[in-house]
């Protein structure tokens, strides 16, 4: 590629200025970038590129998956098992027949395996722009959970499905008998895979405690070092990478400290963006050779594209008004009455159903001389355009249409973890007094402290009355605080402009300011 710097220089400017207004429109980003990120290669003068396909399922998905499997919560996906694992499983599945079978229908000529392989390009979900919006318009917990998980787990189906697809397309052959035992065997594996490295990983991390860059690269390399493995054995590699997220991250409290989870969260937190960013711009930058090698007219692109988004809409909200009440035919136990949803929540867990990363990564990893693989890229684009675009800017519109608000559940859950850890606290001081190396008087300011602590989420949780406002107390407190801090860190600014301090003890000592500053909830 010609002037590659200037192509890059060019491509991060537009992420900034896609990104700047995305935050400026209120919006997700990722709808900013799709948006921006189709339009990108018609820009004058940029080359087209062409990918390596190998390439780009490697350096992407682990690094995504493993991400978001860290984060998850094992006791909400056992809590919401069921319900999970049918729309990660069985929808996907779904999903996956229906569009493969009218799209089949619509392109003459498309291979039935083709069909499939883009059915399962297309079936996986990607939660960051719905979960996005549904937080800051507080959506109930349990939805919240429901959306995360199903996305962490239907990656695994589907590109389970998908590599079937496109070795039954490159082979030649397909035997529905041979290809639902490579599924089960690409599962099993990928998790038995997923558990060693788990193993090892958990192991070298106890012994790199305090190390936080070593324990960041680590984290990079953890999703690779158990995808690339698995591949190797041919069994699944996304499967691998999500069982691996899974197990560190429900341990990571024991192999981190404070300062590397602050270090870690922020490097995953942008290289997630970037990797997300470089998707979309890769797709816009082929954009222009892929509409240049169509034989089909403009309409005719345009109308599969949108079959291709209705179907895969549709799909979902049939699925999800009709198969919850099959299931409370078929099980009526009491436990199971208690996790049902009326049909408002199933609604917003419908229209949460955007396409995103993954299925760019999918598409744009399809082999050279795949059949249509222009076409099946360019219809991957247009359902995600219609999920995360129209979906994802009416999705704010439903949620408040359907009244959908944030039970107490989640606020309860965080008044008894703050009384709990205040208590906690509060005994550790008393165990302290005993020790000669502590002082009275530094023990009784942070008895004070956690009393104080105590109280305020007693009030805040209605057991506690009284004349005083804690919680307006606590805000002035912190706002004094910030005030404090904003002055330490303009004298430390003003003393190395006048030559009277270090750059890098500045920044040491700003950055413990920073620290405590983030502490503060105003």
């Known amino acids: ?6 192509v890059l220089l060019f491509l991060l400017v537009a992420v900034a200025a896609l990104t700047w207004l995305a935050r400026a429109l209120d919006v997700p980003y990722p709808i900013l970038l799709v948006v921006g990120g189709s339009v990108i290669g018609f820009a004058p003068g940029l080359p087209s590129v062409e990918l390596n396909p190998d390439l780009v399922l490697l350096l992407v998905l682990p690094p995504l998956l493993f991400h978001a499997a860290y984060f998850a919560s094992l006791r909400d996906l056992r809590a919401n098992a069921r319900a999970i694992s049918l729309n990660a499983s069985a929808l996907v599945l779904l ?10 229908a619509f392109v003459p000529g498309l291979p039935w395996a083709a069909a499939f392989a883009l059915g399962a390009i297309v079936s996986p979900t990607d939660p960051l722009a719905a979960i996005t919006i549904a937080r800051r318009l507080g959506v109930p917990r349990r939805l919240t959970v429901l959306i995360e998980g199903e996305s962490l787990i239907n990656d695994g189906t589907a590109l389970v499905a998908y590599r079937t697809a496109v070795a039954a397309t490159v082979g030649g052959s397909f035997s529905l008998l041979h ?17 060693v490295v788990a193993q090892v990983l958990l192991w070298v991390f106890r012994r790199i405690v305090g190390d936080d860059l070593l324990g960041i690269t680590i984290s990079l390399i953890a999703g690779f070092a158990a995808y690339v493995p698995a591949e190797e054995l041919h069994v699944s590699g996304v499967i691998a990478a999500v069982t691996v997220g899974l197990l560190v991250g429900h341990r990571a409290n024991e192999h981190s400290t404070a300062s590397s989870r602050l270090r ?22 082929q954009l222009p050779a892929i509409l240049e090698h169509q034989n089909r007219s403009a309409g005719t692109l345009i109308g599969l594209g949108a079959l291709a988004g209705a179907v895969v ?16 035919v078929l099980d009526r136990r009491p436990q199971q009455r208690d996790l049902r949803v009326g049909w408002r929540s199933r609604m917003v867990l419908a229209w949460a159903g955007l396409r995103g990363a993954v299925s760019l990564a999918a598409a744009l990893a399809l082999p050279l001389g795949f059949p249509e693989r222009d076409l ?5 684009l247009c359902v995600i355009l219609a999920t995360l675009v129209f979906q994802g800017l009416t999705f704010p519109a439903l949620i408040r249409h359907l009244g959908i608000r944030e039970d107490d559940s989640a606020r309860v859950d965080e008044l008894r973890g703050r009384k709990a850890a205040a208590r906690a606290a509060l005994e550790q001081i008393d165990a302290l007094r005993a020790e000669d190396w502590t002082r009275a008087d530094s023990l009784d300011r942070l008895q004070a402290l956690h009393e104080f602590r105590l109280h305020r989420a007693a009030q805040r949780a209605g057991y506690l009355d009284g004349d005083e406002d804690l919680d307006a107390r606590s805000v002035a407190y912190q706002r004094t605080l910030r005030a404090l801090l904003d002055a330490q860190r303009s004298e430390l600014v003003r003393l190395r402009d006048a030559g009277e301090l270090p750059d890098d003890t500045m920044h040491a ?9 983030q502490r503060l909830e105003i």
């Open 1 to 6: 590629m010609d002037h590659v710097e200037l």
């Open 95 to 104: 999903t996956m027949s229906a569009v493969a079978v009218t799209m089949h």
């Open 179 to 195: 290809a639902t035992g490579d599924f089960v065997v690409n599962v099993i594996g990928g998790v038995a895979v997923g558990v």
């Open 264 to 285: 870690s969260f922020a490097f995953w937190d942008v290289l997630v963006f970037l990797l997300n960013a470089l998707l979309f711009a890769l797709v816009g930058l």
């Open 313 to 328: 809409i549709a799909v979902r909200l049939v699925w999800s008004h009709t198969i919850p009440y099959v299931i409370r």
């Open 376 to 380: 099946l890229i360019w219809l991957t």
């Open 509 to 517: 000592l700003i950055r413990e300011l920073d620290l405590e500053d």
